[in-house]
């Protein structure tokens, strides 16, 4: 895997509620934040787009070219491929003596036999992954045969901007603190996440293709449609993988607003909209926030 939970997929995927959040149609999933000391750009990332998908619009880049430094959810730099790999194995697999197969009900073991060889893998091979893990591994497989890639993420672009103009590079969280978001699973529960991600696998390149649509025309009713309504028809997703984490977030951007510099906050779309995204949550704070 190329980054750990990039997207929020499988949750994404219920999208029968209505979108309660509204922003000024026709423009892109930015905002400014004006105060006395600096300008903080707020972006809305789609984490895996396909090669086309650039050039980006003018206002994205201008809002990089107006900022002193970058923050991304983790310092992206600071991901090794050890550091990724020895965080796989531990928050990933299961210990010595546990396996996938002794731990799943008999119809998920049906449901995977069928399922594994229309990726190239076999129960043999995914039998040390926790559901949740191979959950993530079958998402990044199916988006990559669709062209979708990290590698092309809003992020990972705008960190090769930044070393290049060698602009410094934060993060608001840890690797560490991402892989440890699936820790809190039940078995049950993280059976259930493997389930609901197979069952949903076939309709990832449309989601995905609707989702980037969304987000090249700031239509910013649609992401809130497709991500943050979805997230909360499962609560603990909600909850752990938005809510708690805009929560230890939000204190950090108000603390980059006091400060004599511009900053570009890259993170995933869904934390900036809806509710309880980090804008509404900035202008309930009497921060001016502006939608560019």
């Given at each position: 895997m190329s980054r750990f939970r990039w997207l929020l997929l499988p949750a994404a995927l219920a999208l029968t509620a209505c979108a309660t959040f509204r922003e000024q149609a026709g423009k892109d999933v930015l905002w400014r934040v004006r105060t006395?000391?600096?300008?903080?750009?707020?972006?809305?990332s789609v984490h895996v787009l396909p090669r086309n998908a650039y050039p980006l619009r003018p206002a994205l880049e201008h809002?990089?070219?107006?900022?002193?430094?970058?923050?991304?959810?983790i310092d992206i730099g600071s991901v090794t491929k050890s550091s990724l790999r020895a965080e796989a194995s531990r928050a990933g697999f299961y210990p010595p003596g546990q396996s996938l197969s002794k731990n799943v009900s008999p119809q998920?073991?049906?449901?995977?036999?069928?399922?594994l060889p229309s990726y190239g893998l076999t129960l043999k091979q995914v039998n040390r992954l926790r559901p949740s893990f191979l959950a993530q591994l079958l998402e990044t497989r199916i988006l990559?045969?669709?062209?979708?890639?990290?590698?092309?993420?809003?992020?990972?672009?705008?960190?090769?901007?930044?070393?290049?103009?060698?602009?410094?590079?934060?993060g608001l969280e840890t690797l560490r603190d991402q892989t440890n978001l699936f820790q809190?699973?039940?078995?049950?529960?993280d059976e259930q996440y493997l389930v609901r991600t197979i069952s949903a696998?076939?309709?990832?390149?449309a989601l995905v293709s609707?989702?980037?649509?969304?987000?090249?025309?700031?239509?910013?009713?649609?992401?809130?449609?497709?991500?943050?309504?979805?997230?909360?028809?499962?609560?603990?997703?909600?909850q752990t993988l938005l809510v708690r984490r805009n929560s230890r977030w939000l204190p950090q951007i108000e603390h980059f607003a006091q400060e004599r510099h511009n900053y570009l906050i890259v993170v995933g779309a869904g934390h900036l909209i809806g509710n309880e995204g980090l804008v509404a949550q900035l202008k309930r704070a009497g921060y001016a926030v502006e939608q560019l």
């Amino acid at each position: 895997m190329s980054r750990f939970r990039w997207l929020l997929l499988p949750a994404a995927l219920a999208l029968t509620a209505c979108a309660t959040f509204r922003e000024q149609a026709g423009k892109d999933v930015l905002w400014r934040v004006r105060t006395g000391h600096s300008t903080l750009y707020l972006l809305g990332s789609v984490h895996v787009l396909p090669r086309n998908a650039y050039p980006l619009r003018p206002a994205l880049e201008h809002a990089f070219s107006n900022s002193e430094r970058l923050v991304f959810e983790i310092d992206i730099g600071s991901v090794t491929k050890s550091s990724l790999r020895a965080e796989a194995s531990r928050a990933g697999f299961y210990p010595p003596g546990q396996s996938l197969s002794k731990n799943v009900s008999p119809q998920t073991l049906l449901l995977l036999q069928e399922v594994l060889p229309s990726y190239g893998l076999t129960l043999k091979q995914v039998n040390r992954l926790r559901p949740s893990f191979l959950a993530q591994l079958l998402e990044t497989r199916i988006l990559a045969q669709a062209g979708y890639s990290p590698d092309y993420g809003v992020d990972v672009y705008f960190y090769h901007r930044a070393v290049l103009a060698r602009k410094p590079v934060m993060g608001l969280e840890t690797l560490r603190d991402q892989t440890n978001l699936f820790q809190g699973l039940t078995p049950s529960q993280d059976e259930q996440y493997l389930v609901r991600t197979i069952s949903a696998l076939p309709y990832y390149p449309a989601l995905v293709s609707s989702m980037v649509e969304a987000w090249r025309n700031g239509d910013i009713a649609q992401l809130d449609r497709y991500i943050n309504q979805g997230l909360k028809m499962n609560p603990w997703e909600h909850q752990t993988l938005l809510v708690r984490r805009n929560s230890r977030w939000l204190p950090q951007i108000e603390h980059f607003a006091q400060e004599r510099h511009n900053y570009l906050i890259v993170v995933g779309a869904g934390h900036l909209i809806g509710n309880e995204g980090l804008v509404a949550q900035l202008k309930r704070a009497g921060y001016a926030v502006e939608q560019l």
